[in-house]
């Protein structure tokens, strides 16, 4: 019996679907689930009649495998990635390696390779992005990992990759450690950002235009057609319009609690850790927590004023400023994300190629659009540019969405629609774009409670000054 390829651990829909697209690549497929009912399922079912291998224990899978053995985890982050390590490492041997493609946190998969590479043993953490559709026809990968180990799976990992520009895959070596996961983990930020963002501009649509579903899923095909065309807003445009048998449209009929998986609460968290202010990209994450509590909305609906009746703007400015506003918002939100990519490049020395991200991203993943390729563009004429907002094309984008944004704002502000992300999003530029900020009071009053000390403008950086706030002799 010929030796397979690379095996696969967890048959999740998306564990298949790479199986599948191994498989479809030309390479042969060993298959294990912990529950090994779904095993025969899918090698009996949409496996049949394939090069796909199935196995009923762990050690029946590494016995299936071309050496250097080639082992990849798609199960769920935390608890069950350790038990596989620690079940499968004795039954592994020098030179081989394991793959977690899971959506793992960063820190765990350093952890995680340092231990596996003490034992002779190589280890990769691979990002994938693009849903069950993308790993079947062309995910977007995040490989990271050693130069030695990525050598072992370049070429199955190449070939089923989306493809970008001249047909060149849509995946290569981020950097070491756990680079590939970290790179995951901001564009997941990113995502909840543009879903949030889009989101919001239906919101207003509906409530301060009085637009129907058909309306907005033109006019988001239209934007579609245009600098703000993205995945998300295509498939934006084909919900908005799905109908049930009975003719009523199945968004209406869906709750508003909007779920999360974590990824974006970790880019959160790991801001705060790195100090950087991910302010829209938080507020997503925020906005999902708070669509959660929809009891304590109910009740609150019937309690708490909103804003006093005002005419509402009409509606066709109303829509080309939302596409400004959208616009303008969507470029915040990767200048955060772009931010925190370098906060972790700085802390684990990865050297990431920030360009090379920007174009990986546009085929094959979630938040995949024209976008990038002027995020690609920015990064290309400046490697070291400190925030994507500074680059020449996304300030003048900038610059032509002053007026509009703010009028979008101001008009959700006066009718009482919520806009977090949106309005974060103005706010954030607004203060980088503050020479000066009131933040001078706060250290004042830290200074004033805790002796934290303060530098003066007149004085150099790096210099630290105290006052006894409260010695009355020294008032005037």
Avoid at 367 to 386: C, H, M, V, Y
Avoid at 395 to 423: D, I, N, Y
Wanted: charged share 20%; net charge negative.
């Amino acid at each position: 019996m010929s030796k397979s390829d690379i095996a696969l651990i967890g048959l999740g829909v998306m564990g298949e679907n790479l199986a599948l697209n191994m498989e479809s690549k030309g390479f042969t497929v060993s298959v294990y689930n912990r529950s090994t009912h779904k095993v025969d399922l899918f090698v009996n079912g949409r496996a049949a009649d394939k090069n796909i291998i199935g196995a009923y224990s762990l050690e029946e899978l590494v016995n299936q495998l071309e050496k250097p053995r080639k082992v990849m985890l798609m199960v769920k982050a935390g608890r069950p990635v350790d038990d596989l390590i620690d079940g499968l490492i004795p039954l592994l041997e020098e030179g081989d390696i394991i793959i977690d493609g899971g959506n793992s946190l960063c820190q765990d998969t350093m952890r995680r390779s340092d231990f596996v590479e003490s034992q002779g043993i190589h280890y990769m953490g691979i990002g994938i992005s693009g849903g069950e559709e993308g790993a079947l026809t062309g995910p977007s990968l995040m490989p990271g990992g050693s130069e030695e180990a990525w050598s072992l799976v370049k070429d199955i990992f190449q070939a089923i990759s989306a493809r970008i520009g001249e047909g060149e895959p849509g995946c290569q070596l981020v950097s070491h450690g756990g680079a590939g996961h970290f790179v995951k983990m901001v564009h997941n930020g990113i995502e909840y950002g543009d879903m949030q963002l889009i989101a919001e501009t239906y919101h207003i649509m509906r409530t301060l235009s009085g637009l129907g579903n058909e309306d907005i899923q033109r006019i988001f095909q239209e934007w579609n057609d245009s600098e703000l065309k993205s995945y998300l807003l295509e498939i934006t445009a084909d919900i908005l319009t799905y109908k049930e048998d009975n003719g009523s449209y199945l968004l209406d009929k869906i709750l508003d609690v909007a779920a999360q998986k974590g990824t974006g609460a970790w880019s959160a968290h790991t801001a705060l850790e790195e100090g950087v202010p991910l302010t829209l990209i938080t507020e997503a994450v925020y906005s999902r927590f708070l669509s959660a509590l929809k009891e304590e909305r109910v009740a609150a609906a019937e309690i708490l004023k909103g804003a006093e009746a005002a005419d509402l703007p009409e509606p066709g400015a109303m829509v080309q400023d939302l596409w400004h506003a959208l616009f303008a918002s969507k470029i915040v939100s990767y200048a955060q994300g772009f931010a925190l990519l370098k906060a972790g490049d700085k802390k684990y020395n990865w050297n990431l190629n920030y360009k090379e991200i920007a174009l990986n991203w546009r085929s094959g993943c979630i938040i995949r659009s024209g976008f990038l390729d002027a995020i690609g563009q920015a990064f290309t004429e400046n490697p070291a540019l400190p925030n994507l907002m500074l680059d020449e094309y996304f300030q003048k984008k900038l610059h032509e969405a002053q007026t509009p944004w703010r009028r979008v704002l101001a008009a959700a502000v006066v009718h009482g629609v919520p806009t977090p992300a949106m309005s974060s999003a103005l706010n954030y530029y607004d203060a980088y774009r503050s020479e000066s900020l009131p933040a001078k009071l706060i250290q004042a009053q830290r200074d004033y409670f805790g002796s934290h000390t303060f530098e003066r403008i007149d004085q150099p950086r790096g210099v630290y000054f105290h006052n006894e706030w409260n010695n009355r002799e020294c008032r005037l």
